[in-house]
């Protein structure tokens, strides 16, 4: 099984970007641990400040490319884009959407997601832990 997890906007300066909320470990440090965690599981990485971006991989693995799964932290654009959720329903493979803080004790802003109705779905506040536990829920015998 092929799974991809995507990180969205500012995502790239985790370990970096206020540590008290989304912790001191960048992505990059994470990824290798998660990956011999699933042998059986191939898992790319993508990662895209940019919407279209983000809009054009999803298409990419989900629609074209056979992949089982996609996992997804879309950062801000969760609160605020039509484009994502019309783009997670017309993919042909399951997305979730996870977030490393829990989102719900935070500013009311970021208790809307516009793409959760469209997700098979949603991990959030568990720290980097949500993936893991995202591929988890993905990965599980049916
Ligand atoms: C986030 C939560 C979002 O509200 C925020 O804009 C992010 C990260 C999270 O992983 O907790 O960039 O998705």
Do not use: W
Not at 40 to 65: R, W
Not at 105 to 124: M, Q, T
């Amino acid at each position: 099984m092929k799974i991809l997890i995507i990180n969205g906007p500012n995502l790239n300066l985790l370990g970096q970007r206020e540590p008290g909320i989304y912790g001191s470990e960048s992505f990059d440090a994470y990824l290798p641990g998660l990956k011999a965690r699933y042998p059986q599981v191939e898992i790319d990485y993508f990662q895209s400040n940019v919407e279209g971006e983000l809009i054009n991989k999803m298409q990419e693995a989900g629609f074209f490319g056979g992949f089982g799964g996609i996992v997804l932290n879309a950062g801000a654009y969760t609160h605020t884009s039509v484009a994502l959720q019309d783009c997670i329903r017309s993919l042909r493979c399951p997305v979730i959407e996870v977030h490393i803080s829990n989102v719900h004790k935070r500013e009311e802003f970021r208790h809307r997601s516009l793409i959760s109705c469209a997700c098979l779905g949603v991990i959030c506040g568990f720290g980097l832990d949500s993936y893991r536990l995202a591929i988890e829920a993905l990965t599980i015998e049916k």
